[in-house]
């Protein structure tokens, strides 16, 4: 049954990445190679232009993909500003070969057709372009390698693809995963090397024998369409489109974003689209708020803080009640029932050190912040209710500054020795497996992190039937049952969706009515 559902998945997002590529490779081509025609025409604008391009080549991709977030109309989350990011990065190679590809055509071969009486549009698409075609399709192989690779950040903004793999791997530390989502991609990338070889070579022959292109090349070529169109029209059915359900990327946020999904499933007759793994808080908050996701979970304590800009206070009702009354008045979005635990953040060190120090607190821990390394995440650094806070209560000193790393990478460092202490969640299943310590929040620092399903109000009035499903998760799930989720995907490399499937099955008020099939 999984196993099936994983080939499923595979094909879908191996669809889903395929799409992504070609509709941004078709745009930066349009653009490109005229652009670059046009600047063989107007050389003082080939510098600027060039220039352009190459300093957004430069720029990393997810600078590029959180920019595009914020701008109107193409941005967001999702596959328009994903294909919008690709085609920026597609456009160098495309513009700069076509420019040197037609500058490099011999003057004397100009002169010639000039001499022949040939017009410049002439010139143009008889001789300079046909000359200059093995360079083009150079700069759209280099371009469409590099599409496939970038397209898998895609990803992190809802965009689909194989990214979602490699993410949700890095996460949960599964190899596996990050090599379910690796290896198509990299096949996608050397199988449209070979074809644009493929093609150049044999676009090349055609071209000198005066475009007398044989029967062969085009029935390869139709056959080539047709599995792409196929690839594309599979995906589309495949793709559910009716509830789109997302969470942060971290494998608790991916078990919490699961859990809806399949209560959405079993309850009502919608269909879910997973966006899962999609970047941090705002990512997550800007999505629901504009309806590019009906809901997430959030924590009460993150968007008393991160998102209403509040100060820290440890009062879980007043903190629960603040966050509802100003998420209706100021996003028009509906907090729900608080799903059961508390998930704080929780400063951690490794279970030797705890013992060898004699330390149990982060008053006791302070003295020894001089002498330690730190490896936060970058909302926990940035945040009100993170870092610098903390620092100015507890008096950490480092003697460098904390290294920010990406959640699922943070275990693994303090395990090697990279780092001495780590800033994570309190229900993380790798705590107990890796005999780590979390050091006690004895002077109440840390506001209180209840876990509750926000929801788009439009969304809730189009389907009044969500309320009615999600209303029935909550206060279900303990700490123990959470950490427990957390060590079976993250220790055990389990399914999310198993592990989640079996946690429903777990619980009769929900197993019972549950017509999920898997």
């Known amino acids: 049954m999984f ?31 005229p652009l670059g025609i046009f600047i063989t025409r107007q050389p003082k604008l080939a510098q600027p232009i060039i220039g352009l391009t190459n300093a957004i080549q430069t720029t990393p991709s997810l600078a590029i993909f959180g920019f595009l977030i914020s ?57 300079e372009i046909p000359l200059a075609l093995g360079v083009i399709l150079a700069g759209v192989r280099v371009a469409t390698v590099i599409s496939v690779g970038i397209a898998t950040i895609a990803a992190a903004i809802g965009g689909g693809g194989l990214g979602v793999f490699i993410f949700r791997g890095i996460s949960t530390l599964n190899n596996q995963l990050i090599l379910a989502g690796a290896i198509p991609a990299a096949l996608i990338a050397l199988s449209a090397d070979l074809l644009f070889g493929w093609l150049e070579k044999n676009l090349t022959q055609q071209i000198e024998k005066n475009f007398k292109i044989n029967r062969k090349f085009v029935v390869y070529l139709s056959i080539l369409t047709l599995l792409v169109g196929g690839l594309i029209a599979l995906t589309y059915w495949l793709t559910p489109s009716t509830i789109v359900i997302g969470s942060k990327n971290f494998t608790e946020q991916v078990i919490l974003g699961e859990l809806l999904a399949q209560q959405i499933e079993a309850h009502t007759k919608l269909r879910v689209d997973r966006r899962l793994n999609l970047g941090g808080t705002f990512i997550c908050h800007e999505a629901v708020k504009t309806g590019q996701i009906a809901g997430y979970v959030e924590y009460t304590g993150t968007s008393f ?165 999600i209303s029935q998760i909550a206060g279900l799930i303990s700490t123990e049952e959470i950490q427990k989720m957390n060590y079976q995907v993250d220790n055990q490399s389990r399914p999310v969706e198993q592990v989640v499937h079996e946690f429903i099955e777990s619980k009769p008020q929900l197993s019972s009515k549950s017509e999920r099939q898997l």
């Open 71 to 127: 701008v109107p109309f193409i941005g967001g989350i999702g596959k328009i500003p994903a294909i919008v990011a690709l085609i920026l990065y597609a456009l160098l190679p495309v513009i700069r070969n076509t420019y040197i590809g037609i500058n490099s055509v011999d003057p004397a071969i100009r002169e010639a057709g000039r001499g022949m009486g040939m017009t410049d549009s002439q010139l143009l698409f008889q001789v």
């Open 305 to 469: 803080t991160s998102i209403l800009k509040q100060k820290p206070i440890n009062n879980p009702q007043f903190v629960y009640e603040k966050v509802k009354q100003d998420y209706d008045h100021k996003f028009k979005l509906e907090v729900m029932q608080p799903l059961g635990f508390n998930n704080t953040y929780a400063m951690i060190i490794r279970g030797t050190d705890a013992k060898r120090l004699q330390i149990k607190t982060l008053s006791e821990a302070a003295k020894y912040t001089p002498q330690w390394r730190a490896g936060f995440g970058y909302e926990f650094i940035a945040r009100e209710d993170g870092y610098l806070g903390l620092a100015k209560t507890y008096g950490l000193k480092f003697a460098n500054p904390p290294q920010q790393m990406e959640l699922g990478l943070m275990y693994k460092s303090l395990a090697e020795n990279k780092v001495d202490i780590i800033a994570a969640n309190s229900t993380d299943g790798l705590i107990p497996v890796l005999n780590l310590v979390i050091l006690e929040d004895d002077k109440k620092y840390f506001p209180p992190y209840q876990p509750v399903p926000i929801f788009n109000q439009a969304t809730l009035k189009k389907y009044p039937e969500l309320r009615v499903a």
């Open 3 to 33: 196993f099936n559902r994983y080939v499923l998945e595979i094909l879908l997002r191996t669809g889903e990445h395929l799409i992504l590529v070609v509709i941004a490779m078709v745009a930066a081509i349009a653009i490109g190679i």
